[in-house]
């Protein structure tokens, strides 16, 4: 079984500020997918960013960007530049390949930009 | 496109009533899953079907919950009799096969059982 750990439950930035959410993750897999959700306070899920394990190019979306140690399972999410509706819950998810299947996800972090 | 589609939004009902949660996939998705989400056990996998095929209810929490999808466009998760501890929010998800197998939530129902 795999399990996803997120260790901020909560974090707070300034706007403009760039703000790094942690996740590690234990696996026996080698092949798998990694993404990281926002969820904001209309609880909407919104798929941020995604990353193939066997790819070593770190995923970017725009501002955001993933740092993806696979030997460390380490898969962590930097926003730059925050903006106040990032303001949201953030949730690290994994999910098996070779296939479709149910996604793991973690506890999330809260991320609060102010003002 | 329109997104993934459930309904009821909010449901709010008595202890021991039956509860039908709805869920229209995006079209052309072959794979739907249904999340719950409450603030101790977090987003949890209950069950996923392939081309309207149950593949894995062992996320299922007991024998009150039951989902189907009868076509593949509309699956149904009801919950038969509810309790309190049912009250969370629940998720439907699609994806199709290719790629990372994105999956597309729905808004949610906000369950609440009194």
């Known amino acids: 079984a795999q399990t996803v750990t997120q260790s901020q439950p909560e974090m707070s930035v300034q706007e403009a500020e760039t703000v790094t959410l942690s996740c590690t993750y234990d696996t026996s897999e080698n092949n798998y997918y990694l993404f990281w959700y926002k969820q904001p306070p209309s609880r909407q899920m919104i798929l941020v960013i995604r990353q193939e394990a066997y790819k070593q190019q770190n995923a970017t979306e725009n501002r955001f960007s993933v740092n993806f140690q696979k030997a460390a399972k380490s898969f962590s999410l930097k926003i730059s530049d925050s903006q106040l509706g990032d303001t949201a819950m953030y949730f690290c998810?994994?999910?098996?390949?070779?296939?479709?299947?149910?996604?793991?996800f973690g506890k999330g972090t809260h991320l609060i930009i102010q003002p | 496109d329109a997104g993934v589609i459930q309904s009821p939004r909010h449901e709010v009902t008595e202890m021991g009533q039956e509860v039908t949660l709805r869920c229209k996939p995006i079209?052309?998705?072959?794979?739907l899953f249904w999340y719950r989400q409450t603030m101790m056990r977090g987003l949890e996998l209950l069950i996923y079907?392939?081309?309207?095929?149950?593949?894995?209810d062992s996320g299922m929490p007991e024998d009150r919950f039951s989902a189907k999808m009868p076509n593949a466009s509309f699956s149904t998760l009801k919950i038969q009799p509810s309790e309190p501890r049912d009250s969370a929010v629940y998720f439907c998800?699609?994806?199709?096969?290719?790629?990372?197998?994105?999956?597309?939530f729905g808004p949610g129902t906000r369950l609440t059982v009194t």
């Open positions: 079907f392939n081309n309207n095929v149950p593949i894995d």
């Open positions: 079209s052309g998705h072959d794979y």
């Open positions: 998810a994994f999910r098996k390949g070779g296939g479709a299947d149910g996604l793991t």
């Open positions: 998800a699609s994806s199709h096969v290719g790629g990372p197998y994105e999956q597309y």
